[in-house]
């Protein structure tokens, strides 16, 4: 079989895996716990609904991941629950994530002027908007 080889190992076979596995598995986080405790917050959407860390994924499913100040935007092609490679982790998903802001965009968030002081409620709240906190 073409997954024998991939090194896809367990759960390729079966169509589904854990969420938090698969997230870890394709390497849109470091660690599984990671992976595991982003779910249990809220962080991760599958298919637009909370996930908890053991909710399956399957082929076509749409993952969203609010990790690292970033929003990751995935839909699976294949689900594996064992780490693989990074050129194989490519071939199990589809990024349709926006991009990454450059540096200068969010260099410019954070500039205040010098000698301002400390921001009130209301500018701390502005800030938090624009750095896409809620």
Do not use: Y
Not at 30 to 35: L, M, P, Q, V
């Amino acid at each position: 079989m073409a997954d024998e080889g991939t090194g896809a190992g367990a759960g390729a076979g079966t169509g589904t895996a854990r969420v938090d596995a698969w997230i870890w598995s394709v390497r849109l986080t470091k660690t599984r716990s990671i992976a595991a405790t982003a779910c249990r917050a809220g962080h991760v959407k599958v298919n637009g609904e909370r996930a908890k860390p053991a909710q399956p994924v399957r082929a076509g499913d749409e993952v969203r991941l609010f990790h690292a100040g970033r929003e990751r935007i995935v839909v699976v092609k294949r689900p594996v629950s064992k780490r693989v490679g990074a050129p194989a982790a490519a071939e199990c998903l589809i990024d349709n994530s926006p991009p990454p802001p450059t540096p200068v965009e969010a260099a410019v968030v954070g500039i205040r002027d010098r000698g301002a002081g400390r921001p009130t409620k209301r500018e701390r709240r502005e800030i938090e908007v624009l750095r896409g906190r809620p």
